[in-house]
């Protein structure tokens, strides 16, 4: 080792110390540079590394120590060949750590102005990053730790709590830009606790957080509506209550932010529904749930305007078996049977419920006018909505149609009964009193078409004669049969419904009696 030892000039140090100056140059090519006593560096002096780095302050026990600074310059890593910036550090040090206060400098621009401990950020401390971000808080092992404030170049910030360089206990997070803020609990760098969060859109929730999502109870506000309970994965989940703008409110359960399940959806209008929500989807087999705000299941509506229905729905339709009650011009009419992306469609039975005496077309737009309180209902099909099959219809006063329907009318083969059940078995109300009087149509059975007789048919009148022959318009016309109560038969022929001619020589013993004719039809 080429060891050059220079003696220079001394000092005397009050407790009786001397310090001598000289120079000491190292195999490697360091070289000190300052105050020596009894051998060792110690007092003020100059250690210059050969990689260029410079420490000028005090030294004890060959170490750094007390107030000094050091200046380390750009280096080339041997393997990689990268530069690495250099920094200039002025402060405090103990036993060759940079300890107590001091500022250090980064070549890259950064800086800390603070305290140190074991060569690490400890205490109290500013840094400023390179990227514009700054730190003014507290430290410990070189990271965030204790209450600071950090500020991102962006104009966003965080006041509060840090343990281990992470959010972490109680702080305000203020994103920039408008985008929103917190101000709640932090558990390691996660909103994780009771927290309220401003996003954006300017919406609010307050509640309990994990892992930097709404997890637990709270409320969440925005502009279209309040939702008050409880979240799971950062979405609606579990029991709650939306309460909407435009005065809707939804009470009940909730799957990942959709009514799901069970639940009550008052309208604002004063209407609800009372059900299921409860929507699935089906793939390879499996049932999987599939929320989408839609009534599916069982439930029970109610309108505004009295009319309701309870049974089964669909993808927010009446769909499956239920009851629909409505009120029309006061009437009560009730359907219980099938329904069919929201029309009565299938079988089921509708019965009306008539409390005035005045004449109701019943159902609308059918022609069919009844009289007189009482019940009328239709048992058989429906599809979409109107009569559509095979069905029986029985008016209020208790004529009633037994056949085919199509779309509403009588369509196909049918028997219709004409007589009301009051005038059965009144022999004066079977026929109309007076001159030419004539007997009244008592039942027709056979075609009709868009709710006329039209096809092949028998009218049988009420003293139990009838004709029997083919229906044009709804009368009878052609040649046709007439029988009469005798079981005689004789044939004739018929001009929309009016016999014009016998065929053969006339019989007085079969003189026909004389007919109401097509007065009342069916």
Not at 164 to 177: K, L, M, N, S, Y
Not at 331 to 337: L, P, Q, W
């Amino acid at each position: 080792m080429n060891v050059v030892y220079d003696v220079g000039s001394w000092r005397l140090t009050q407790d009786g110390r001397i310090y001598r100056r000289g120079k000491q140059r190292f195999a490697n090519g360091d070289l000190y540079d300052g105050e020596w006593l009894e051998g060792v560096r110690e007092g003020r002096g100059t250690f210059t590394y050969v990689s260029g780095a410079v420490y000028q302050g005090e030294f004890a026990q060959n170490l750094f120590h007390g107030f000094g600074s050091l200046r380390v310059p750009d280096t080339q890593h041997p393997l990689t060949k990268a530069w690495v910036k250099g920094s200039s550090y002025e402060g405090s040090f103990a036993c060759g750590r940079k300890s107590g206060k001091g500022t250090l400098v980064h070549g890259d621009g950064s800086s800390y102005d603070g305290n140190f401990a074991d060569d690490v950020f400890s205490g109290h401390g500013v840094l400023c990053y390179a990227n514009g971000d700054r730190y003014d808080g507290d430290w410990k092992h070189g990271q965030w730790w204790g209450r600071g404030h950090l500020l991102y170049r962006d104009g966003g910030s965080y006041d509060g709590d840090f343990h281990a360089g992470q959010f972490h206990g109680c702080g305000r997070r203020t994103w920039p830009h408008r985008l929103g803020s917190y101000v709640g609990e932090y558990r390691m760098g996660r909103q994780h606790g009771t927290g309220v969060r401003v996003f954006a859109d300017g919406s609010q929730f307050d509640g309990a957080w994990l892992d930097d999502r709404q997890h637990g109870s709270g409320v969440w506000t925005t502009d279209d509506f309040v939702y008050i309970g409880d979240f799971e994965a950062g979405k609606p989940h579990g029991n709650g209550l939306f309460r909407y703008e435009n005065g809707d409110v939804y009470e009940g359960q909730v799957h990942s932010g959709f009514w799901y399940g069970r639940g009550k959806l008052c309208y604002k209008d004063g209407g609800y529904y009372d059900g299921d929500f409860a929507a699935v989807r089906v793939y390879r087999g499996v049932v999987n749930a599939a929320p989408n705000n839609k009534r599916h299941g069982k439930g029970r509506r109610v309108w505004s305007n009295g009319h309701s229905y309870d049974g089964e729905w669909s993808q927010d339709v009446m769909h499956g078996r239920g009851t629909l009650t409505s009120l029309v011009e006061g009437m009560k009419v009730e359907y219980v049977g099938a329904f069919s992306n929201g029309r009565q469609t299938g079988d089921g039975t509708i019965t009306l419920l008539k409390t005035t005496t005045g004449p109701l077309e019943f159902p609308l737009g059918s022609g069919n006018f009844h009289v007189g309180k009482g019940v009328s209902m239709y048992t058989g099909g429906f599809f979409n909505g109107a009569f559509h099959g095979q069905g029986t219809f029985i008016f209020t006063d208790g004529r009633r149609y037994i056949g085919a329907w199509r779309h509403g009318k009588r369509s196909g083969k049918g028997e219709a009964h004409m007589i009301p059940t009051a005038d059965c078995g009144d022999e004066r109300r079977l026929y109309i009193r007076g001159k030419d009087a004539l007997y009244r149509v008592a039942k027709y059975v056979g075609d009709f078409n868009d709710d006329v007789r039209e096809g092949h048919g028998t009218i049988f009148y009420s003293n139990g004669e009838s004709v029997e022959g083919q229906f044009v318009g709804g009368h009878v016309h052609g040649r046709a049969k007439y029988t009469f109560a005798t079981k005689k038969t004789r044939w004739g022929t018929w001009q929309h419904g009016t016999r014009v001619a016998w065929d053969g020589p006339s019989n007085q013993d079969d003189e026909p009696s004389k007919l109401f004719g097509e007065v009342v039809s069916a």
